[in-house]
């Protein structure tokens, strides 16, 4: 009885969110509409894709529901949302969209305040992805991400992290022999820390490491993470490309939403990367973008994304053949799994 109502509880919370993404976007383009009429609109959905789109999010939910019941993250993690940051930022993220329009009409996609520092970043980085200003290089960007992918998501983007951790958890089941805190997991392009701060709660001994790029972000992921119970993941700037640890070092090796923002070949080099860092036995677990071989139900949507979110390397990702990426750097025994609007690669290093 009790478990129906906190279920319903946690369904609610999650339709809330989905509306209230729903009505964000709704609000933004009618207003968009009046300033900058010519700003490229994303075509309407489908009825018959938004009751698909629906049906998944059902399912998506369900599953997290499932994965708590089962204990492999504490419930209350269902219902975690920082109040905080959302009434601090919202009215930001609402101020921030004329600048965005305006860079949108005049096709300005690598556009940087003067302040933010650029020197050093692989070229194929200095994009304002998904319009954001500052791309991912301000301390705004690193304060308004969150609330953004909660929007696109409908709130769906940490269910959609969490699908990571019962393969994650599964994958470590054998070095289950070790002290806990000898663990250790690398989270790779860690961003704003939403990952590292489920992975604490659902294994809160083990040792975590993030790395990510973008320096405002590593200092948005301390702040959040910092608030957490345990020890404080430790986070490096580092390029994915020359990830700055020993060979065979890490028991798990995540990814979340990085793997769309790079081109084919750095995403080779990543893998590779990640290959290396892993130790035998070890699991790489990376969650990103449906494809359009898994979804080919959703195509137009994913063809108006890249244009829509300036995405420009989503195109080539979608028909990307990551299971042959991985294999060719010796992962082997592949899983994938498809949640809602995001796809999962579970693969593991021979054991040595
Ligand atoms: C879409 S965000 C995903 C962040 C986070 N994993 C999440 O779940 O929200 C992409 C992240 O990848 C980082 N990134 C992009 N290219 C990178 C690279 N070559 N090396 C390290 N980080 C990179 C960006 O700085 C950004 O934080």
Redesign the pocket.
Known sequence: MLDNLTKLTYQTFQQSKNYFGLAHKILSSQLRNLVHPTVVQMSNASPEVIVKLQNRLNQLLEADWQDAQKQIYPQSLLFDNSWEDFFRYYPMLCLDLPQMWERITQNRYQDFSPETYQEGY?NY?LQN?HHQTDG?LSDLSANLYDLQ?EILFGGAANPM?RRILAPLKHGLQKFQGLPPRQLRILDV????G??LKLIRAAMPQASLFG????PA?LRKANQLLCQNPGELPQLLQ????ELPYLDNYFHAVTS???FH??PAS?RQT?IEQCFRVTKPGGVLIICDSIQMNDSPDLADMMDGFPKMFHEPYYRHYIADDLVERLEKVGFQDIEIQVHFLSKYFIAYKKEG
């Not at 580092?238 to 490309?241: F, K």
């Open positions: 692989p980085y992805f991912y992918v992290r392009a860690c961003g704003t939403a990952t790395t990510d790029l973008s972000y580092a390029n994915a490309e979340v939403f990085l923002e790079l750095v990543v």
